[in-house]
């Protein structure tokens, strides 16, 4: 009998054995998640919510962004892609995700006024500190990484200041002051179903005629601090 029929060979290959064997580890997922906090002001008409936000970026040392400037910015395309450049590929996946879960929830439009607000919104806020003003911001954005305030003052105390700032008449006054809480309601009537008026909608209420400018700019940095995201999260 030729021997080398007979005896097997033994130069097979050996396999892995399968039980037991994981193959190459998985990296973890990587987190999509804004890269830090944004504060998102919200404000009864002539509270002073617009120089509260103004002087809380002066405290943090984070940019403001005012109703006017996101209205401004949202329709121009090479502002918003440069405010992409050095974002991170997962904060940018965050953003395009909670923008396209907005449209199809609320059945917008994404060429409308205020879809194009929103993206702008979620861009911002995927960069991370940042103070937003108005625009349903707060509303927009998670809780875990936003702190959400809002500005009232007694409504006396709201038309005269419009009425010194527009240098109105007290008639013209109050008529500026409902007008423009109306349209900032109707506006957010468009993007979330949650009433601007219930506290449980944000992080802080603050009556700025009774604590005063200094006064809610120390309560708002307090809770900045304690809701501040971990490294590891960023």
Known sequence: MDEDRAMPSRETTAEPPHHGYRGAATPPPTQQRPQGLTVAISREAGSRGGTLASTVGQALGWPVYTQEMLDFLAHDETARNELLVDLPDAAQVWAAQQFL?????????????AAAVARLIFVLAA?????????????????????????????DERVAYLSQWLRLTRE????????????????LSKLSDRNPIDPAGYDLVLNSARLGLEGCVDAIAVVVRAKQLPDDAK
């Open 127 to 155: 960069r991370g500190e940042t103070v937003l003003v108005g625009r349903g911001a707060g509303f927009l954005l998670p809780a875990d990484t936003t702190v959400h305030v809002r500005i009232i003052a007694p409504p």
């Open 172 to 187: 013209e006054a109050v008529a500026e002051v409902n007008s423009r809480d109306r349209r900032r309601a109707d506006f």
């Open 101 to 113: 879960e907005l449209t199809r929830k609320r059945g917008l439009s994404t060429s409308s006024d």
